[in-house]
């Protein structure tokens, strides 16, 4: 069964691979090549936070030891990668202001998952049974399968105490 922390993990691989053909479009020193490699890795940024708000910290708030101080980091940080994504939509492609944006995601994404692999997934590794993170996986994957190549991922920050109040176990 498909382990939500493992799907997790997946997605960080995949997101730096991503990074990293970026670079290698960047020493191509074609513009089309970095639009290409840029697209589908600001669609995974978007979508990754929002399948992990919907899905897992959720149930790491339900769950996990330290799980409000893990959420509230993870959706600040999530809300930082999203005003980057935004701002790098807000210039011209491959413009200095748009590859200072790009920094901005990539510098933030890369500290939210280190964090994140440290910090929430071994939570809620500890705090949820191999059932519950095999079912959790399951509804990862129907997330993503239901919004993959929609355009209809929200994108909008959130606030961290209105997220945290809606999702804490009352």
Do not use: C
């Not at 600001?42 to 409000?68: I, N, Q, S």
């Amino acid at each position: 069964m498909p382990d939500i922390t493992r799907l997790v993990l997946l997605d960080h691989e995949t997101l730096r691979r991503q990074f990293a053909d970026l670079d290698d479009a960047q020493a191509s020193g074609r513009l089309a090549a970095i639009e290409a490699a840029w697209k589908p890795l600001a669609a995974l940024l978007d979508l990754h936070a929002e399948t992990e708000e919907v899905v897992f910290y959720p149930e790491l708030l339900a769950r996990g030891e330290d799980a409000e101080d893990e959420t509230d980091d993870a959706i600040d940080d999530h809300n930082k990668i999203r005003d980057a994504v935004r701002d790098a939509a807000a210039r011209r492609p491959g413009s200095d202001d748009w590859w200072e944006a790009v920094g901005r995601a990539r510098t933030e994404n890369s500290k939210h998952i280190g964090e994140e692999e440290r910090e929430a997934l071994p939570d809620m590794r500890l705090h949820a049974d191999p059932a519950t993170l095999d079912e959790l996986g399951v509804r990862w994957l129907e997330y993503r399968a239901a919004h993959e190549r929609a355009p209809d991922v929200p994108t909008d920050n959130k606030d961290v105490d209105e997220y945290i109040a809606e999702h804490e176990p009352q």
